[in-house]
């Protein structure tokens, strides 16, 4: 039998274990010789750490670290950091760069094209001339149409007109105003009708004699490849009022835009005041 401090007298058997420890510091004081008798549970690992105090504050570190006893500087040693200015050590505060007269400026590229054209303008009286590619309508302003108001009391919806930008399509549509709810939207295909989207049209405000007819406004954005020469959109008009779906689909043909070339002239004294906006 064995006697601890402030412990009763226990029998001690072969292969019995001391009792585990009540503390939550660590449960490493088992006996670490390996259980001999057949059966016996594997030794206990110890898995229940203590926590660890919150570390204090800089200032108390450096404090606890300056007045600790002994503490000389090893590989857990905290040095404090310090500071010094380039001049202290013999060296420059700034560095100067020297351009030679013969040294090409760093001029940027879409700049330099700028003064290029600037250039030919002073040498040439001409216009400069752009050509872009944009969305052309297939068809007149169907508002300058003859016909337009025989159009719209047979169909009662009928596109005015449309432009087209580099924000995409726009354009105006005049309805008869049958009934105070009314719902008109545009169709458009970018595929031939293969696929089909709608845009909503805002309402714009009345017109003609005692609001009999209504204007809205619609709009959609267009793809950047359509921007290639020979893409097309088709597009439709569609007016839901009372109850009943009356369409514009240009007569059964559609409308439709084409992407072609522009060209854009520009006069000369235009370009040259306006240089300064492409830096």
């Given at each position: 039998?064995?006697?601890?401090?402030?412990?009763?007298?226990?029998?001690?058997?072969?292969?019995?274990?001391?009792?585990?420890p009540r503390s939550l510091s660590c449960v490493s004081d088992l006996d670490p010789r390996p259980c001999r008798p057949?059966?016996?549970?594997?030794?206990?690992?110890?898995?229940?750490?203590?926590?660890?105090?919150?570390?204090?504050?800089?200032?108390?570190?450096?404090?606890?670290?300056?007045?600790?006893?002994?503490?000389?500087?090893?590989?857990?040693?905290?040095?404090?950091?310090?500071?010094?200015?380039?001049?202290?050590?013999?060296?420059?505060?700034?560095?100067?760069?020297?351009?030679?007269?013969?040294?090409?400026?760093?001029?940027?590229?879409?700049?330099?094209?700028?003064?290029?054209?600037?250039?030919?303008?002073?040498?040439?009286?001409?216009?400069?001339?752009?050509?872009?590619?944009?969305?052309?309508?297939?068809?007149?302003?169907?508002?300058?149409?003859?016909?337009?108001?025989?159009?719209?009391?047979?169909?009662?919806?009928?596109?005015?007109?449309?432009?087209?930008?580099?924000?995409?399509?726009?354009?105006?549509?005049?309805?008869?105003?049958?009934?105070?709810?009314?719902?008109?939207?545009?169709?458009?295909?970018?595929?031939?009708?293969?696929?089909?989207?709608?845009?909503?049209?805002?309402?714009?405000?009345?017109?003609?004699?005692?609001?009999?007819?209504?204007?809205?406004?619609?709009?959609?954005?267009?793809?950047?490849?359509?921007?290639?020469?020979?893409?097309?959109?088709?597009?439709?008009?569609?007016?839901?009022?009372?109850?009943?779906?009356?369409?514009?689909?240009?007569?059964?043909?559609?409308?439709?835009?084409?992407?072609?070339?522009?060209?854009?002239?520009?006069?000369?004294?235009?370009?040259?005041?306006?240089?300064?906006?492409?830096?």
């Open positions: 039998m064995s006697k601890g401090p402030g412990s009763a007298l226990l029998p001690q058997t072969p292969g019995s274990r001391r009792p585990v057949p059966g016996c549970d594997p030794r206990l690992r110890p898995i229940i750490h203590r926590r660890a105090r919150s570390l204090p504050s800089s200032p108390e570190r450096r404090a606890k670290a300056a007045g600790a006893p002994g503490a000389a500087c090893g590989a857990g040693c905290n040095r404090q950091l310090r500071v010094r200015f380039a001049d202290a050590l013999g060296l420059e505060l700034a560095q100067v760069k020297v351009f030679n007269a013969g040294d090409d400026p760093s001029v940027p590229l879409h700049v330099l094209s700028r003064l290029a054209i600037n250039s030919d303008l002073c040498c040439s009286s001409q216009e400069l001339e752009f050509t872009l590619q944009c969305l052309v309508p297939d068809f007149p302003p169907p508002i300058e149409a003859p016909g337009f108001g025989d159009r719209l009391a047979r169909q009662l919806v009928c596109l005015e007109r449309v432009i087209c930008s580099d924000l995409g399509v726009s354009g105006t549509v005049r309805v008869s105003n049958m009934a105070f709810e009314k719902h008109v939207a545009v169709r458009y295909t970018f595929s031939e009708w293969r696929s089909a989207h709608e845009a909503v049209a805002c309402w714009r405000g009345p017109e003609g004699a005692g609001g009999a007819e209504d204007i809205f406004a619609f709009s959609f954005p267009v793809p950047p490849f359509l921007l290639d020469l020979g893409s097309r959109v088709h597009f439709a008009v569609r007016y839901r009022v009372a109850g009943a779906e009356y369409w514009d689909n240009n007569d059964g043909c559609d409308y439709s835009l084409t992407c072609r070339s522009h060209a854009l002239h520009m006069p000369r004294g235009e370009c040259e005041e306006s240089w300064i906006h492409f830096i």
